[in-house]
């Protein structure tokens, strides 16, 4: 039974940052596909940050590159997206979501057999 939980989220001040942790449990290999998604009230969801976790490879959809960043620790099983200047806009839930596959459609919320409970992100000014 694959588990992912996130922790992480919280209240920052517009330009800050914040650091996500997904903690994975029960994979059997590395082999799995592993993302960042968010949803804004009232919005879909939508695709931030993917990594596959054999070769560590990272995606990112286009209007993130630069600010976030996606990394993981194989060791830990945890993957981690560090969010830098952070806008109004990139306030919502940030949920981690999990394939054994690789990450060829990452941003199709179907695709991804396992999801987290969220983690919280407020942005102030």
């Known amino acids: 039974q694959v588990q992912l939980v996130e922790s992480g989220g919280g209240s920052v001040q517009a330009g800050g940052s914040l650091r996500l942790s997904c903690s994975a449990s029960g994979f059997l290999s590395k082999r799995h596909c592993m993302a960042w998604f968010r949803q804004a009230p009232g919005k879909e969801r939508e695709g931030v940050a993917a990594?596959?976790?054999?070769?560590?490879?990272?995606y990112y959809d286009v209007s993130m590159k630069g600010r976030f960043t996606i990394s993981q620790d194989n060791a830990a099983n945890t993957i981690y997206l560090q969010m830098n200047t952070l806008s109004f806009e990139d306030a919502g839930g940030y949920y981690c979501a999990a394939i054994g596959a690789r990450c060829t459609s990452r941003w199709n919320t179907r695709q991804y057999a396992y999801w987290g409970q969220g983690t919280q992100v407020t942005v102030s000014s």
């Open positions: 990594i596959y976790g054999e070769s560590g490879f990272s």
